[in-house]
């Protein structure tokens, strides 16, 4: 990493280390969203409308979508908090909130059709973009299940608040999926029932 993709790696780490807990997982969001740490967020974010990912290393982008995905919650996470029903929930995520370089970019975007290969989330038909759509050009290469573990939406199945560093990014991606399922899986009833978080009925398959 280097330049505005490590500026923002670094803002991750300093609200992490603020405002959640060692695992990453509480957050007191009320005091992040008034925190010098979330200004340094949005300033991050904001440099990053004059990034151009083409120049970036390509081990580093499934890393840096990751990073943008998780600082655009932290940004908006107040947002979130004060969303009155589950529609406005999804509308959250539905929502073009990120600009990088030339295009602007809702957090479904990034999930679903950066990071997911641009398949449809569930409950959705169509794809969240379409097959001439020019941001597909900054779709990772090679699509990695593990990254389910690593994006935090906030909500109480989300996975902890991760940052990644794509020279560091294998590693990272299996402690996090080993750490999610130790802690959320639970075998009951002498072995005869497995209980699982959303997290595997959304994206069962």
Same mark, same amino acid.
């Given at each position: 990493m280097s330049g505005m993709d490590q500026q923002l790696a670094e803002a991750l780490d300093a609200a992490k280390a603020a405002h959640f807990d060692a695992r990453g997982a509480a957050c007191d969001y009320a005091a992040l969203a008034v925190s010098r740490q979330r200004v340094r967020l949005v300033a991050c974010l904001a440099e990053l409308e004059g990034f151009d990912i083409r120049r970036a290393h390509i081990p580093s982008q499934m890393a840096f979508w990751i990073n943008v995905f998780n600082a /655009?919650?932290?940004?908006?996470?107040? *947002?979130?908090?004060?969303?009155?029903?589950?529609?406005?929930?999804?509308?959250?995520?539905?929502?073009?909130?990120?600009? =990088?370089?030339?295009?602007? +970019?809702?957090?479904?975007? =990034? *999930?679903? /059709?950066?990071?997911?290969?641009?398949?449809?989330?569930?409950?959705?038909?169509?794809?969240?973009?379409?097959?001439?759509?020019?941001?597909? *050009? +900054?779709?990772? =290469?090679?699509?990695?299940?593990?990254?389910?573990?690593?994006?935090?939406?906030?909500?109480?199945?989300?996975?902890?608040?991760?940052?990644?560093?794509? /020279?560091?990014?294998?590693?990272?991606?299996?402690?996090?999926?080993?750490? +999610?399922?130790?802690?959320?899986?639970?075998v009951e009833s002498r072995g005869a029932v497995i209980v699982l978080p959303r997290l595997f009925r959304w994206f069962g398959q």
């Open positions: /655009g919650v932290l940004r908006d996470a107040h *947002e979130l908090e004060a969303a009155p029903s589950v529609r406005e929930v999804q509308a959250f995520f539905e929502r073009p909130r990120l600009r =990088i370089g030339a295009h602007r +970019y809702s957090l479904d975007d =990034i *999930e679903h /059709g950066l990071l997911r290969g641009n398949v449809p989330k569930q409950g959705r038909s169509r794809a969240p973009m379409a097959r001439d759509d020019p941001r597909l *050009e +900054y779709m990772p =290469i090679l699509f990695d299940e593990r990254m389910h573990f690593a994006l935090h939406s906030a909500c109480r199945s989300s996975p902890p608040l991760r940052v990644f560093d794509d /020279g560091k990014l294998d590693r990272q991606l299996e402690e996090a999926a080993t750490d +999610y399922v130790r802690r959320t899986v639970r």
